[in-house]
């Protein structure tokens, strides 16, 4: 067991860990956000806020009052958090699926820990434990896909990303193809497939059998669905 489960947490406080693995979360845009922070019992709760484009709110992880600027909210945790010893710091501009997040992330922490664990898109998944070798955790950033779980959030500043909730979100044709020509069994890696085969289209919107297998060639299904794939891929791209 290592030393940090070892050590019992006092009432009121937060770990250094814990503070930045749940920081402060803006929303802007008009969106239903739901994020998961600790509270100072290490309880997980759930945050739940309606917002436009005219109102932005940083959240502290520590006790969840709300502040309408980043610098209020640094004011805030120094003075009444700063025993736990952080401050809110390598703060990460994110567009993902048309909404803008600002969030605070470790200097190593992935582009995958951050959709999932603190903007709460769970799509990007981790079937290879993070060795970037099954595209399951493919997003699209800047237009191309990418692994998130290869990339450093904090590298990821102002970048344009869509996952597979936007890409439903959109109604896109892939959704329907993938459905009729049955592409997933345990559905597991099947975002990662969408997100690829979506880049794809965006930058080919007629393409060849073989250029489907040659986008699709990193992405890894353990349930051996490989050829249902480019027969959805085709007729999406004819839609």
């Given at each position: ?44 709760v759930e945050v739940t806020k309606t917002v436009t484009d005219k109102v932005v709110k940083y959240i502290c992880p520590v006790d969840s009052l709300e502040f309408d600027s980043l610098e209020a909210l640094k004011a805030h ?120 085969a979506k880049a794809l289209l965006d930058h080919n919107p007629n393409p060849s059998e073989a250029d489907i297998r040659e986008a699709l060639n990193g992405n890894i299904c353990r349930c051996g669905t490989y050829p249902a ?11």
């Amino acid at each position: 067991m290592s030393e940090e489960k070892d050590i019992k947490k006092e009432p009121g406080k937060i770990s250094r860990r814990e503070f930045l693995k749940d920081a402060g979360i803006v929303v802007g845009g008009t969106a239903v956000s739901s994020a998961f922070f600790l509270s100072a019992c290490g309880k997980e709760v759930e945050v739940t806020k309606t917002v436009t484009d005219k109102v932005v709110k940083y959240i502290c992880p520590v006790d969840s009052l709300e502040f309408d600027s980043l610098e209020a909210l640094k004011a805030h945790y120094d003075s009444a958090h700063e025993s736990a010893g952080v401050t809110a710091e390598n703060v990460t501009n994110l567009i993902v699926n048309g909404e803008r997040y600002e969030v605070q992330v470790k200097s190593n922490e992935t582009l995958q820990d951050v959709l999932r664990q603190k903007l709460g898109f769970m799509s990007p998944k981790d079937m290879c434990f993070g060795y970037g070798a099954c595209g399951s955790c493919s997003v699209i950033m800047n237009g191309r896909p990418i692994l998130s779980c290869m990339s450093l959030a904090i590298e990821c500043n102002n970048a344009n990303i869509e996952t597979a909730e936007g890409i439903a979100d959109e109604d896109h044709p892939l959704l329907s193809t993938y459905i009729k020509y049955h592409c997933m069994q345990c559905g597991y890696c099947t975002p990662g497939f969408i997100v690829t085969a979506k880049a794809l289209l965006d930058h080919n919107p007629n393409p060849s059998e073989a250029d489907i297998r040659e986008a699709l060639n990193g992405n890894i299904c353990r349930c051996g669905t490989y050829p249902a794939h480019i027969t959805a891929v085709l007729e999406a791209a004819g839609s």
